[in-house]
């Protein structure tokens, strides 16, 4: 969580761990001041939390009457214990709920519901990668991306569009991105090497973003070409994968794995260097303090 008014004291006293102390104290405190200045968010949120636990409860029971009641009481338990963290964080960013001009908003919007479901959808993803059911995790695959592409459309569409939901739409794409890769190495689908650059890239996302946050200022993270072109390719290696791994059909899977995962593998090789090229020139142009372009590609820095 970051507030960058007090963001501006931490960075003049040197970041000592008492000031990070007074700062985490000031961040909470500040984020308690605005859920009880804005509690039409708030309700929103706890509404949203709630719908996705009945949610959570339904799909348990089909499951159980469907497929495997020991199945179906492991899906709940995971996914019933991650919505607390995610509501919880949820709330602390209340202030962002407002519109794009900064007036603030009494709900979080449709767009912004689908968003956290797809982090909710985490869990399940993992226990049936798990415990190979391979068809039901692609299905829950193909759910989130449907869900991506919907809650962009609806924002659009319904001009629903908010501060909260431009800066979670992108972290949930990056952790799911993660997650999946996650889900795919315990299950067996692909090996290690996928799985460490996948993690590689994304600590690199979140910490270098969070330090350049914490250093310099407000960090913006804005698509390009090249971004949305690998991770259109990536979506598509790996529901290759899962698909592959669900239906093998007429023995395709052996032979179009391995290129797949080697794909996977150039794939993300590719994308750790093209994002650490732009975190180190952005870092170096920031320490310059260089008064003009000080935008390199998809982060941009400033108010």
């Not at 795919?184 to 650059?197: E, Q, T």
């Not at 993270?221 to 090249?226: C, D, E, F, Q, R």
């Not at 150039?266 to 310059?288: D, H, K, Q, S």
């Amino acid at each position: 969580m970051f507030v960058e008014h007090h963001l501006v004291d931490l960075r003049a006293s040197g970041y000592t761990p008492l000031a990070w102390v007074r700062y985490v104290r000031r961040a909470l405190a500040f984020a308690r001041e605005r859920a009880l200045a804005n509690p039409g968010a708030v309700r929103s949120i706890l509404l949203v939390g709630l719908a996705m636990f009945f949610a959570t409860v339904f799909l348990a029971v089909l499951l159980a009457l469907t497929v495997d009641p020991g199945l179906a009481r492991r899906v709940f338990v995971w996914t019933a214990a991650g919505l607390f963290p995610m509501i919880g964080l949820t709330l602390l960013h209340v202030d962002l709920v407002r519109a794009p001009d900064g007036t603030p908003l009494d709900a979080i919007g449709w767009p912004t519901a689908i968003t956290l479901t797809r982090v909710a959808l985490v869990p399940a993803f993992l226990v049936f990668m798990v415990e190979h059911h391979e068809k039901l995790a692609l299905f829950v695959f193909v759910v989130a991306i449907f869900s991506d592409v919907l809650d962009g459309w609806i924002a659009r569409r319904y001009r629903q569009e908010t501060r909260f939901g431009a800066i979670l739409d992108p972290l949930v794409d990056i952790l799911c991105n993660f997650w999946l890769f996650v889900g795919m190495w315990l299950g067996g689908l692909v090996p290690i090497v996928p799985f460490v650059l996948a993690g590689t890239r994304t600590a690199m996302m979140l910490v270098g973003g969070s330090y350049l946050y914490v250093m310099y200022g407000p960090v913006r993270v804005h698509s390009t070409i090249p971004g949305k072109t690998t991770g259109l390719i990536l979506t598509a290696l790996v529901g290759a994968r899962l698909t592959l791994a669900a239906y093998d059909l007429e023995g395709a899977a052996h032979r179009l794995v391995p290129l797949i995962t080697d794909a996977l593998v150039v794939l993300l090789a590719f994308t750790l260097l093209y994002g650490y090229t732009i975190g180190w020139l952005n870092w170096r142009r920031l320490r310059r303090r260089e008064p003009h372009d000080k935008i390199v590609r998809d982060v941009r820095f400033g108010a």
